[in-house]
């Protein structure tokens, strides 16, 4: 079925009739405190609304959570409630989540007066609006309130006239959460009548209807006209999840009238809704929306409204001055001197109908619109009806009313539906699943189209244009091509304002992002290669709100992407499980559109063979580089390492540094294991048994290169099995000096110092990746690997003088996980830092000047990253980046 908005029509918003009003109906879950509601009948004293956040997300209470029953003393209160007295009760005390900013309750008045109740945030003050009029006889009346908490946390409730009370909280709304209501085109989902002849449904028996195909997949909850109609005795309809008992009534009834009631109700997790009644009957069910896990892209979020009168015919003041005729139609204009009015989609009002001669009903409807054949309100010659109806706005942004009778009509605003502050539609979305989150201000987004066609569904606010690839449409859903890269534009305009989206079509195999941003990251490219679960291997430019606006599909495993300062992208293959072994591979050069333009490759040296290693690509002045490489040794006697296992004619992979001119012939080189021992490396690897193939031992484990800026060449190396990174001169070939774990007693073969670790409780790194030195500040990513502690990104002051490294902060891993290997630290100039966690997911974090997080990006079901990079927004323009992105970078 297509989805749509609730333009066009009214949603009726249904009261759950409370538990316990009919005696044969369970009792509800009773209220977590005893003393959560309290009575004064003291005039309520004026006061302040509290401030209307939008509540954009729903929470259904199954079974419905008694908060108050003042027949049996339930919430703390016992006894009627005199009149003209004020009912207050206290959320917290009642167990009500901390998150809830409005409660939808249902409030039953038991009177035998004629009388009005009235929900009120308790420190706004008593306004002059109504919620529930009571019918006579004590005969239960129920409505849904919308029960917006003031800052104590509390809610009041006034009566006119002494009345039994009983609330009932069947949900409530948060600022944010996991669902969002969505409105489909009303549905008959069930009519017991539809067969002629079929019995009725027997009383005391659960009746099924299954939602699948319906609702989406983790719909919890429905909105649903629900009627009973030849029912056999007078009796009560609940509506509830299969599988539960139902703990509440929906609808009351007398013998043989059919009466009906707009429901918002649970359902199981097969998307399955029960009814039950205790008298046989028929049952009759409308499909109005659902409540689903939150979608892509903006969503109507509710503002609740303390209470205010729009409407009174029977008063001289106001928009209606008499009574309505059969036959009238009158508007209002809801939103009109409201600050949010230009993004309200839709408005709640509480309708009451009074003073009628006879039988007959209200519609309430846009008023752009044709008069439904529907009800809202339904009432009878001498009594008061309500209900509250959720309705759209016109283009006018009004709403009418109908009425079949002469009657007297009541409007009160409780709340007002709208779109995020800055979006020209509440909805956008693809029928693929698409990220990162919608933002008004993000523009790129990708969706898994699955090479195959996508539905898009737009549904604008009032006033605004669209196209869709350069093409006017006017709402609805529009079929797109969803082959491989294809990328889809989307253009709203409203009021002189144009907003323009981008929304890629990505392979089967890429990597599911997840990202969230607590804060707002500075503009830039975060540049990084990620596989998915499937092998699939890709490159990709992440803006900064985490969205894939350029990327390329790798031939294999890709370990690091970065820019070169001449706009060349490098990335580098896996070329070996732990480091490089492959002696003809290396690093590839490639532009933005993925045509291969180079290959960087070590240099054999006195005829010994050096693979590139994969750890790192350095970048120097006038197109110069510099690799690493791990040259095998063999014969080599390694007993002075720590631990056993180790030959006297053992192997090893040594570790070397090699310089290259911008034409590729070698400049320099240094050897790692001409100025370190054996007994300086704690944490030596043999990876492969002695033996077999490779079982050569990884004594020093270089994996960080890079050139100090303003260092007259100099370089700072980490290694990650010497727990240390240092300082090498490159004029001298020397240590200059080394921040590590080992004491500063330890064995120096290079004679440089050792830093003396200061004001830092895990006394220095334990296996560290990406060391960087900006003027006296070391940032590296310490792994911690095999410590039993949290990785981390460290930043230390290195004082040459004092030979000291004192600790300056300190960010510890996502949920105190460790690393085993990988991991970037990348300090920006502005104070911020970006910091790749490797394997440990999330596995991308941005981090402000004061150490608070803006933005994390992880990876579903799972996934890992070498090193993440974030360069300016000025190395791109992102027309650049979208024009190339797509397909599959050259290979050699």
Not at 277 to 290: P, Q, W
Not at 718 to 725: G, Q, V
Not at 808 to 832: C, H, K, N, R, Y
């Amino acid at each position: 079925m297509n989805l749509r908005s609730m333009r066009g029509r009214a949603l009726v918003a249904g009261a759950i009739v409370v538990s316990a009003v009919i005696p044969i109906v369970p009792v509800a879950t009773p209220a977590t405190a005893a003393s959560a509601a309290s009575v004064s009948c003291a005039a309520a004293p004026p006061g302040t609304a509290p401030a209307a956040l939008p509540l954009a997300s729903f929470t259904a209470q199954e079974p419905p959570q008694r908060l108050v029953d003042t027949r049996d003393g339930t919430g703390g209160y016992s006894g009627m409630i005199g009149a003209g007295c004020t009912l207050r009760l206290d959320a917290a005390a009642a167990g009500v989540p901390a998150e809830a900013k409005a409660l939808a309750l249902s409030v039953t008045a038991l009177a035998s007066e004629r009388g009005f109740l009235t929900v009120y945030p308790c420190a706004s003050g008593l306004p002059p609006t109504s919620n529930v009029n009571a019918r006579l006889n004590a005969m239960p009346t129920p409505n849904l309130a919308i029960a917006l908490l003031d800052a104590n946390r509390a809610v009041c409730i006034f009566s006119l006239k002494s009345s039994h009370l009983v609330i009932d909280m069947t949900g409530w709304w948060t600022t944010d959460g996991p669902t969002r209501f969505r409105s489909i085109e009303p549905t008959r989902v069930e009519d017991t009548r539809e067969v002629p002849g079929r019995a009725l449904v027997p009383g005391d028996t659960a009746h099924e209807i299954d939602l699948t195909g319906i609702v989406p997949a983790g719909t919890n909850a429905v909105v649903a006209n629900l009627t009973v109609t030849e029912p056999a005795a007078a009796g009560h309809l609940a509506a509830f999840p299969c599988g539960v008992t139902p703990k509440s009534s929906n609808l009351n009834f007398r013998p043989g009238e059919s009466r009906a009631v707009a429901i918002t109700v649970g359902i199981n997790d097969g998307l399955k809704l029960c009814t039950q009644s205790n008298t046989a009957h028929h049952v009759v069910v409308d499909l109005m929306g659902y409540y689903e896990p939150a979608p892509f892209g903006p969503a109507a979020s509710l503002t609740p409204v303390a209470g205010t009168r729009l409407a009174d015919s029977r008063t001289p003041d106001g928009p209606w001055t008499s009574t309505f005729e059969a036959g009238t139609v009158r508007s209002l204009r809801p939103t009109q001197g409201r600050a949010d009015s230009a993004q309200a989609t839709a408005v709640v009002v509480n309708t009451v109908a009074t003073g009628a001669a006879g039988p007959g009903f209200v519609s309430i409807y846009p008023c752009d619109g044709d008069p439904p054949t529907t009800s809202v309100v339904n009432f009878t010659a001498g009594e008061e009806a309500t209900n509250l109806a959720f309705v759209d706005l016109s283009a006018g942004g009004e709403i009418c009313f109908f009425t079949s009778t002469r009657v007297d009509v009541v409007v009160d605003l409780f709340g007002v539906m709208t779109a995020p502050t800055g979006a020209l539609v509440e909805r956008l979305q693809f029928d693929g699943h698409t990220w990162p989150p919608y933002s008004t201000t993000g523009t790129d987004y990708v969706v898994e189209c699955g090479n195959g066609p996508v539905d898009l569904t737009i549904d604008p606010l009032v006033g605004t244009a669209m196209r869709v690839n350069g093409v006017p449409v006017s709402g609805g859903t529009v079929q797109l091509p969803g082959d491989d890269d294809r990328l889809t534009t989307v253009q709203l305009t409203r009021s002189g304002t144009t907003q323009n989206y981008w929304f890629r079509c990505v392979p089967s195999g890429f990597p599911r992002l997840v990202v969230t941003r607590p804060g707002s990251p500075a503009p830039g490219w975060y540049l990084t290669a990620a596989t998915s679960t499937s092998g699939a291997s890709f490159a990709m430019i992440l803006d900064e709100y985490g969205a894939p606006v350029w990327y390329k599909r790798l031939d294999r495993g890709g370990a690091e992407l970065e820019r070169r300062s001449d706009g060349r992208l490098i990335w580098v293959p896996n070329l070996g499980p732990r480091y490089g072994v492959e002696p003809d591979s290396g690093y590839r050069a490639i532009s933005l559109y993925g045509t291969l333009l180079r290959e960087y490759i070590a240099f054999d040296e006195g005829g010994v063979e050096h693979p590139t290693d994969h750890h790192e690509f350095t970048e120097l002045a006038n197109g110069r580089y510099a690799l690493i490489s791990y040259p095998i040794v063999d014969d080599v006697d390694l007993r002075d390492l720590p631990g056993t296992g180790w030959l006297e004619h053992d192997s090893m992979a040594d570790n070397v540094i090699q310089e290259f001119e911008a034409n590729g012939s070698l400049a320099w080189s240094w050897t790692l294991s001409d100025y370190f021992g054996f007994d300086e490396a704690p944490y030596p690897q043999r990876w492969n048994p002695v033996g077999s193939a490779n079982d050569e031992v990884d004594v020093w484990h270089m994996n960080g290169l890079s050139a100090i800026p303003g260092g007259g060449g100099d370089y700072i190396v980490t290694a990650r099995h010497l727990d240390a990174a240092f300082r090498v001169d490159r004029s001298t070939k020397q240590v200059e000096w080394i921040l590590g774990s080992l004491p500063v007693s330890a064995p120096q073969k290079s004679g440089a110092p050792r830093l003396t670790i200061v004001d830092d409780p895990l006394d220095g790194p334990r296996r560290p990746h990406n060391a960087q030195l900006n003027g006296n500040v070391l940032t590296m990513f310490d792994n911690r690997t095999d410590t039993g502690q949290p990785s981390r990104a460290v930043a230390y002051r290195i004082d040459t003088n004092a030979k000291t490294a004192t600790l300056i902060w300190s960010i510890e891993a996502p949920g105190a996980q460790t690393a085993f290997g990988l991991g970037s630290v990348d300090p920006d100039p502005d104070g911020s830092v970006l910091v790749g966690w490797g394997p440990v997911q999330p596995m991308i974090q941005e981090f402000d000047a004061t150490r608070t997080l803006t933005m994390q990006i992880g990876q579903v079901p799972g996934g890992a990253i070498y090193r993440v990079a974030k360069e300016p927004k000025s190395a791109w323009t992102v027309s650049q980046l979208r024009a190339a992105a797509g397909g599959t970078a050259e290979a050699p």
